[in-house]
């Protein structure tokens, strides 16, 4: 199961790539963070009851982390590697409820029963898909402040 959500990552990881047109060398490694990042959360969400703002956060820290010497290996910059890779986590079931409670909202305005519960409901999805997005942002540049020059020399020759 794993291994099956781990590969429709790396295929989303691929394609959200392709859009910033990066090198192609780096495709390889956008897979590889990607799928690997989808399935820790996908684990730590299923086997050891994680919610998924945490399972995000800790899929975010290992996507970064290993984006430093994958960049390394690559020759290029850790965000042309796990941003196309954090991409396929990012909630789109919270963000499109939220957006659908916020029009049931509207529609039913004057019903107040009925507009606070699709009012609470916009709110639970939206914060759900706020604090994921910030999560992963949080958690792949976390690597980047604890070793600032890894991060800047990765794609700089080494002075012999």
Known sequence: MLLIDGFFAAIAGCGFGAI???????????????????ALRTLLMGTFAFDI????????????FTSL????????PATVLYIPALLPMIPGKFAY?????MILFVQNINDEIVSAYYMEKFFANFMVTCSVIFLLAVGA????????????RMTRHQKK
């Open 53 to 64: 703002a945490t399972a995000s956060l800790c899929a975010g820290i290992l996507i970064g």
């Open 20 to 38: 910033s047109n990066p090198p192609r060398r780096a495709f390889l490694y956008i897979a590889i963070l990607a799928a690997i990042g989808h």
């Open 97 to 101: 409820n939220s957006i659908f409670s």
């Open 69 to 76: 010497p994958l960049g390394r290996i690559s020759y290029c």
């Open 141 to 152: 540049t976390f690597p980047v402040f604890v070793f600032p020059n890894k991060a800047y």
